[in-house]
Protein backbone atom coordinates (compact mmCIF):
# COMPACT_ATOMS: atom_id res chain seq x y z
CA UNK A 1 0.00 0.00 0.00
CA UNK A 2 2.13 3.16 -0.93
CA UNK A 3 -1.07 5.39 -0.89
CA UNK A 4 -1.54 9.04 0.57
CA UNK A 5 -5.15 10.40 1.54
CA UNK A 6 -5.95 14.26 1.67
CA UNK A 7 -9.06 15.58 2.66
CA UNK A 8 -10.86 17.29 2.21
CA UNK A 9 -10.41 17.30 -2.29
CA UNK A 10 -11.97 20.40 -2.88
CA UNK A 11 -12.28 23.57 -0.02
CA UNK A 12 -13.70 27.26 -0.52
CA UNK A 13 -12.95 29.53 2.35
CA UNK A 14 -13.00 33.34 2.83
CA UNK A 15 -10.38 35.57 3.83
CA UNK A 16 -11.71 35.50 7.94
CA UNK A 17 -12.10 31.58 7.76
CA UNK A 18 -10.49 29.31 9.77
CA UNK A 19 -10.00 25.66 7.30
CA UNK A 20 -7.78 22.75 8.33
CA UNK A 21 -6.41 20.25 5.56
CA UNK A 22 -5.84 16.89 6.39
CA UNK A 23 -3.18 13.96 5.47
CA UNK A 24 -3.21 10.51 6.33
CA UNK A 25 -0.86 7.49 5.11
CA UNK A 26 -0.82 3.91 6.68
CA UNK A 27 2.77 3.21 5.53
CA UNK A 28 5.07 3.26 8.51
CA UNK A 29 6.84 6.70 7.20
CA UNK A 30 8.23 8.95 9.59
CA UNK A 31 8.72 11.77 7.12
CA UNK A 32 5.76 14.08 6.18
CA UNK A 33 5.78 17.62 3.65
CA UNK A 34 3.81 20.04 3.05
CA UNK A 35 3.94 21.40 -0.36
CA UNK A 36 1.85 24.36 -2.37
CA UNK A 37 1.20 23.94 -6.31
CA UNK A 38 0.42 26.94 -8.41
CA UNK A 39 -1.10 26.61 -11.97
CA UNK A 40 1.15 25.31 -14.44
CA UNK A 41 4.44 25.43 -11.33
CA UNK A 42 6.55 22.71 -9.94
CA UNK A 43 5.36 21.72 -6.37
CA UNK A 44 7.15 24.46 -3.45
CA UNK A 45 7.93 23.08 -0.43
CA UNK A 46 6.25 24.24 2.91
CA UNK A 47 7.48 22.37 6.14
CA UNK A 48 8.62 19.01 6.75
CA UNK A 49 8.02 16.22 9.47
CA UNK A 50 10.48 13.95 10.83
CA UNK A 51 9.04 11.97 13.53
CA UNK A 52 6.67 13.82 14.48
CA UNK A 53 8.56 16.89 14.67
CA UNK A 54 8.92 20.15 12.51
CA UNK A 55 12.01 19.76 11.04
CA UNK A 56 12.15 22.35 8.10
CA UNK A 57 9.81 25.32 7.61
CA UNK A 58 10.46 26.84 4.09
CA UNK A 59 9.68 30.91 6.00
CA UNK A 60 5.79 30.24 5.26
CA UNK A 61 3.73 32.98 6.48
CA UNK A 62 2.07 31.93 9.96
CA UNK A 63 -1.73 32.10 8.53
CA UNK A 64 -0.21 28.36 7.50
CA UNK A 65 0.34 26.12 10.99
CA UNK A 66 1.20 22.85 10.19
CA UNK A 67 1.02 20.07 12.93
CA UNK A 68 1.63 15.82 13.13
CA UNK A 69 -0.09 15.49 15.88
CA UNK A 70 0.84 11.24 15.54
CA UNK A 71 3.18 9.44 12.99
CA UNK A 72 0.49 8.47 10.65
CA UNK A 73 -1.72 11.83 10.17
CA UNK A 74 -0.40 15.67 9.32
CA UNK A 75 -2.77 18.35 9.33
CA UNK A 76 -2.22 22.17 7.85
CA UNK A 77 -4.69 24.61 9.45
CA UNK A 78 -5.52 27.60 8.01
CA UNK A 79 -6.37 31.61 8.60
CA UNK A 80 -6.57 34.62 7.64
CA UNK A 81 -6.29 33.30 4.29
CA UNK A 82 -5.26 35.69 0.99
CA UNK A 83 -6.53 35.10 -1.90
CA UNK A 84 -3.22 34.48 -3.70
CA UNK A 85 -3.28 31.62 -1.49
CA UNK A 86 -5.53 29.82 -3.72
CA UNK A 87 -3.30 26.53 -4.75
CA UNK A 88 -3.25 23.04 -5.06
CA UNK A 89 -1.73 21.56 -1.37
CA UNK A 90 0.45 18.53 -1.88
CA UNK A 91 1.06 16.54 1.08
CA UNK A 92 4.12 13.43 0.94
CA UNK A 93 5.82 11.32 2.81
CA UNK A 94 8.78 8.85 2.79
CA UNK A 95 10.06 6.14 4.93
CA UNK A 96 12.71 7.23 7.47
CA UNK A 97 16.40 7.68 6.10
CA UNK A 98 14.99 7.66 2.42
CA UNK A 99 14.70 10.09 -0.29
CA UNK A 100 11.60 8.78 -2.47
CA UNK A 101 8.72 11.25 -1.08
CA UNK A 102 5.09 9.94 -2.34
CA UNK A 103 2.47 12.29 -3.02
CA UNK A 104 -1.25 12.06 -2.00
CA UNK A 105 -3.98 13.27 -4.55
CA UNK A 106 -3.63 17.08 -3.01
CA UNK A 107 -6.46 19.76 -2.16
CA UNK A 108 -7.57 22.21 -4.15
CA UNK A 109 -7.98 25.62 -2.45
CA UNK A 110 -9.99 28.37 -3.59
CA UNK A 111 -9.80 32.04 -1.39
CA UNK A 112 -12.57 34.66 -1.95
CA UNK B 1 23.34 26.47 -6.71
CA UNK B 2 21.20 23.63 -6.66
CA UNK B 3 19.19 23.10 -9.07
CA UNK B 4 17.58 21.09 -11.81
CA UNK B 5 16.92 22.16 -15.59
CA UNK B 6 14.04 20.53 -17.57
CA UNK B 7 14.72 22.00 -21.36
CA UNK B 8 11.56 21.52 -22.85
CA UNK B 9 8.07 22.92 -21.39
CA UNK B 10 6.16 21.37 -24.15
CA UNK B 11 6.37 18.44 -26.19
CA UNK B 12 3.69 17.62 -28.64
CA UNK B 13 4.05 14.25 -29.97
CA UNK B 14 1.85 11.75 -32.06
CA UNK B 15 0.90 8.55 -30.55
CA UNK B 16 2.63 5.41 -31.19
CA UNK B 17 5.60 7.70 -31.78
CA UNK B 18 8.66 7.71 -29.16
CA UNK B 19 9.50 10.15 -27.12
CA UNK B 20 12.34 11.69 -24.76
CA UNK B 21 11.35 14.34 -22.22
CA UNK B 22 15.01 16.03 -21.14
CA UNK B 23 16.57 16.73 -17.45
CA UNK B 24 19.58 18.27 -16.76
CA UNK B 25 20.89 18.50 -13.23
CA UNK B 26 23.71 20.61 -10.99
CA UNK B 27 26.32 18.40 -10.15
CA UNK B 28 26.92 17.02 -6.74
CA UNK B 29 28.72 13.92 -5.60
CA UNK B 30 25.57 12.18 -4.82
CA UNK B 31 22.69 12.75 -6.24
CA UNK B 32 19.37 10.97 -6.13
CA UNK B 33 17.05 11.65 -9.20
CA UNK B 34 13.06 11.22 -9.93
CA UNK B 35 10.94 11.22 -12.43
CA UNK B 36 6.80 12.07 -11.17
CA UNK B 37 3.96 12.45 -13.69
CA UNK B 38 0.89 14.84 -12.92
CA UNK B 39 -1.93 13.89 -14.88
CA UNK B 40 -5.02 17.16 -14.53
CA UNK B 41 -6.15 18.04 -11.45
CA UNK B 42 -4.21 15.12 -9.46
CA UNK B 43 -1.41 14.86 -7.55
CA UNK B 44 2.30 13.20 -8.22
CA UNK B 45 2.85 9.98 -9.09
CA UNK B 46 6.16 8.72 -9.10
CA UNK B 47 7.38 6.89 -12.77
CA UNK B 48 10.98 5.88 -11.46
CA UNK B 49 13.96 6.73 -9.15
CA UNK B 50 17.81 6.48 -9.70
CA UNK B 51 19.07 5.82 -6.00
CA UNK B 52 22.39 3.74 -7.17
CA UNK B 53 23.43 0.93 -9.01
CA UNK B 54 22.42 0.52 -12.87
CA UNK B 55 22.29 3.93 -14.62
CA UNK B 56 19.27 2.56 -16.34
CA UNK B 57 16.80 2.40 -14.70
CA UNK B 58 12.91 1.13 -15.58
CA UNK B 59 9.42 2.77 -14.38
CA UNK B 60 5.98 2.32 -14.62
CA UNK B 61 3.70 2.45 -17.92
CA UNK B 62 6.39 1.90 -20.19
CA UNK B 63 8.76 4.36 -19.35
CA UNK B 64 12.91 4.84 -18.55
CA UNK B 65 15.35 6.84 -17.70
CA UNK B 66 19.01 6.51 -17.98
CA UNK B 67 21.45 8.15 -15.14
CA UNK B 68 24.25 9.80 -17.15
CA UNK B 69 26.75 11.82 -14.69
CA UNK B 70 29.49 12.66 -16.98
CA UNK B 71 26.34 14.83 -19.02
CA UNK B 72 24.58 15.45 -15.59
CA UNK B 73 21.45 14.48 -17.29
CA UNK B 74 18.17 12.06 -16.28
CA UNK B 75 16.57 11.92 -19.56
CA UNK B 76 12.82 10.07 -19.91
CA UNK B 77 12.09 7.78 -22.75
CA UNK B 78 9.39 5.74 -23.75
CA UNK B 79 9.14 3.75 -27.08
CA UNK B 80 5.50 4.41 -28.17
CA UNK B 81 3.34 6.59 -26.69
CA UNK B 82 -0.37 6.75 -26.04
CA UNK B 83 -3.03 9.43 -25.55
CA UNK B 84 -3.30 8.47 -21.83
CA UNK B 85 0.25 9.48 -21.30
CA UNK B 86 -0.32 12.99 -21.94
CA UNK B 87 0.01 15.18 -18.90
CA UNK B 88 3.13 17.16 -16.87
CA UNK B 89 6.20 15.45 -15.96
CA UNK B 90 8.43 16.89 -13.62
CA UNK B 91 12.12 16.06 -12.83
CA UNK B 92 13.11 16.16 -9.35
CA UNK B 93 16.52 15.72 -7.49
CA UNK B 94 17.79 15.56 -3.94
CA UNK B 95 21.40 15.78 -2.32
CA UNK B 96 20.06 14.28 0.86
CA UNK B 97 18.19 15.75 3.70
CA UNK B 98 14.99 15.22 2.14
CA UNK B 99 14.59 18.22 0.44
CA UNK B 100 13.55 17.71 -3.53
CA UNK B 101 13.89 20.33 -5.93
CA UNK B 102 11.75 19.99 -9.12
CA UNK B 103 12.64 20.93 -12.21
CA UNK B 104 9.97 23.50 -14.26
CA UNK B 105 7.99 20.56 -15.91
CA UNK B 106 7.29 19.18 -19.32
CA UNK B 107 4.08 19.35 -20.53
CA UNK B 108 3.69 16.07 -23.02
CA UNK B 109 0.84 16.13 -25.83
CA UNK B 110 -0.17 12.92 -27.22
CA UNK B 111 -2.21 13.51 -30.40
CA UNK B 112 -3.95 11.00 -32.47
Known amino acids: DTEVTQTPKHLVMGMTNKKSLKCEQH?????MYWYKQKAKKPPELMFV???????INESVPSRFSPECPNSSLLNLHLHALQPEDSALYLCASAKAGEETQYFGPGTRLLVL | AQSVTQLDSQVPVFEEAPVELRCNYS??????LFWYVQYPNQGLQLLLK??????LVKGINGFEAEFNKSQTSFHLRKPSVHISDTAEYFCAVTYGGGKLIFGQGTELSVKP
Open chain 2, 50 to 55: YLSGST
Open chain 1, 49 to 55: YSYEKLS
Open chain 2, 27 to 32: SSVSVY
Open chain 1, 27 to 31: MGHRA
